[in-house]
């Protein structure tokens, strides 16, 4: 039997997905088909991803899996970061899981807890008493030890009144546990890979080396729209605030352009400090102009949107953009032994240029002629100097009626 099952989870452990939760999906779904073979009567599977299982994510804390019969489907629960401010300390998860069926497997050294739910149950335990009420009869918490040696929790419940038979539960979940541990350690690996590149490099950039585009001198010719954008006032804000602060504010000006560019193929392919550098490939748009005008509506949405954060903050917050349109050189550039995925060549450094010129002309968005869309909206700036770059540069740009210096 444990052969059969090895081979049904290697199965699932290897289906191939840009959806970094496939891989737990599988996993569970192979449990479900498995307990259902072997007539054991379930109605929901949970199985929580946290750091006591191995799971790493940068902006997730927790995330809880869960198949029930009712609709044959797998919810995925996330719980971010920022709730465990609610229990400060070392100890907040500890804290948090008090309350929680799991809490006696994970810190007191218990194999599984049991808990029929046709009498009464703990009432610290919250989700003891949903599930009564959703007609739940029996329910178990089952230890699996993965193989860095952390401690995973599976839970199962049936609405059978007569609920599990734990001789048979306890054979089948034995034969499942090596080879359930061994397809779960897996999904986490590939997890934390593509979620760490995900979330470093860019959903673009982070498969592009995911795939294989990790060696030095690896590149491409990219045709892209290319945007720097600058938190105006940095410095005084930073004297202002402090550095803690400051931090903290950039992250929420950061969120709101992240806001704006989720509806768009734009990404953030780099921070420098308190600037962005945001690529457009051409590719990913129907034409030029698309690219002309998502560029444009990047730029005046994010400018709004920092605005208004600035005045519920009661800081003069304000960003620039600079844009250009052109063909960059794409992929891995560093020393032997630390790399970088970025873009580089003269139309980069135009971008770069651009924006450092918004200051000076008073507007929040400046752009260069191949960048400039079919739109009344944008002024000619004239022709300027920039450093670096030979000749005049010719210049357009939406107008900072309230500058942030």
Not at 54 to 76: C, K, M, N, V
Not at 117 to 128: G, M, N
Not at 132 to 139: H, I, L, N
Request: aromatic letters at 8%; one cysteine or more; a negative charge.
């Amino acid at each position: 039997m444990r052969d059969s099952f090895a081979s049904r989870f290697r199965a699932a452990s290897f289906v191939k997905s840009n959806n970094s939760w496939h891989g737990f999906h599988a996993v569970l779904r192979t449990c479900v088909d498995i307990f259902k073979e072997n007539n054991i009567p379930i109605d929901r599977i949970q199985i929580p991803l946290s750091k006591l299982s191995g799971f790493l994510h940068p902006t997730i804390q927790t995330a809880i899996l869960t198949w029930t019969s009712h609709d044959d489907q797998i919810e995925l629960d996330i719980i971010p970061h920022d709730w465990l401010k609610i229990y400060p300390g070392p100890e907040s998860l500890q804290e948090r899981l008090k309350n929680t069926p799991y809490y006696e497997i994970l810190f007191g050294g218990a194999v599984f807890t049991h808990y029929p739910l046709l009498a009464d149950v703990p009432a610290h335990i919250e989700i003891l008493g949903s599930l009564q009420q959703r007609g739940y009869a029996d329910y178990y918490a089952l230890k699996l030890e993965l193989q860095q040696g952390s401690i995973q929790v599976v839970s199962v419940a049936t609405k059978s009144q007569t609920g599990f038979d734990w001789q048979v539960l306890s054979d089948v979940y034995q034969q499942l546990e090596p080879v359930l541990s061994l397809a779960l350690y897996a999904a986490y690996q590939t997890s934390v890979a593509a979620e760490i590149a995900r979330t470093y490099l860019g959903d673009r950039t982070g498969k592009r080396v995911l795939q294989g585009e990790i060696m030095r001198g690896v590149s491409t010719s990219l045709e892209a729209g290319i945007m720097f954008c600058d938190l105006r006032g940095f410095t005084s804000l930073n004297l202002r605030l402090g550095a803690e602060k400051t931090v903290e504010v950039m992250n929420q000006v950061f969120d709101k352009i992240g806001q704006v560019m989720e509806s768009s193929p734009a990404e953030i392919l780099k921070f420098i400090g308190d600037a962005l550098l945001i690529v457009l490939p051409v590719s990913e748009f129907v034409n030029l102009e698309e690219v002309k005008l998502c560029m444009l509506d990047l730029a005046t949405r994010s400018h709004a949107l920092v605005r208004d954060l600035g005045v519920s903050l009661d800081l003069p917050l304000s960003v620039g953009f600079g844009g250009h349109l052109g063909k960059v050189v794409y992929g891995n550039v560093g020393t032997s032994s630390r790399f970088d995925f970025t873009v580089m060549g003269p139309e980069v450094n135009l971008a770069a240029r651009l924006e450092s010129m918004c200051s000076q002309l008073n507007v929040f968005y400046l752009m260069s002629s191949q960048a400039l869309p079919a739109t009344k909206l944008i002024q000619n700036m004239g022709e300027h100097m920039l450093k670096g770059i030979d000749k005049p540069v010719a210049m357009w740009g939406l107008v900072d009626d309230d500058p942030q210096a």
